[in-house]
């Protein structure tokens, strides 16, 4: 499409040098904020717990801390709290807190909370419900994701990762269960 009649004015020197003023600004500024989480970073690396001490225990709810990423960008809390056993599956609730905010296609967060349902004979999981946090420890606004539990998926457990941490915890907790009502 062309216009005729009329054409953008030029910048004046005065705006030109405003315009790269705040240019300057704006890339300084990004450089102190991408020092800072380097910053962050390295002393995550070098003491993955200091950054977990500064999260909720939220030892009410019956949380307890189970695992920390080497790097310090995420930790773990598992609760039996609300657990339930039906044959060899677990439902239990699992929370993660993260370092720096994550984001999927719909949320960004820093605190999940997941009702997560494991078979403990075909070692597999399946998300029942996850709420997404805007902050650390269950805090700032949030958002839910519930799957139709007729429906949901079953994901395998893949060995070494923060899944296989969670399986291991729930199917053990299902065994001691089942040995204490033995007993």
Not at 13 to 23: M, S
């Amino acid at each position: 499409m062309i216009f005729m009649g009329h054409s953008a004015p030029a910048q004046t020197p005065e705006q030109q040098q405003a315009w790269d003023a705040q240019r300057a600004q704006m890339l300084a500024d990004e450089k102190k904020r991408n020092e800072q989480l380097e910053r962050e970073r390295a002393a995550r690396r070098a003491n993955p717990m200091a950054w977990v001490n500064t999260l909720n225990p939220m030892t009410e709810g019956g949380w307890e801390f189970r695992a920390v990423a080497n790097d310090g960008s995420w930790a773990a809390y598992t609760t039996n709290h609300q657990m339930k056993r039906s044959g060899k599956t677990v439902t239990v609730w699992l929370r993660h807190e993260y370092a720096e905010p994550q984001a999927t296609a719909d949320h960004r967060y820093l605190s999940v909370v997941e009702k997560a349902q494991y078979d403990c004979a075909r070692q597999r999981e399946r998300p029942l419900l996850v709420v997404y946090y805007s902050g650390n420890n269950m805090l700032g606004s949030e958002e839910t994701e519930q799957a139709d539990e007729k429906n949901a998926e079953w994901n395998p457990i893949v060995p070494g990762t923060r899944d296989e941490t969670n399986f291991l915890w729930a199917c053990s907790l299902d065994k001691t269960s089942a040995r204490n009502s033995r007993n």
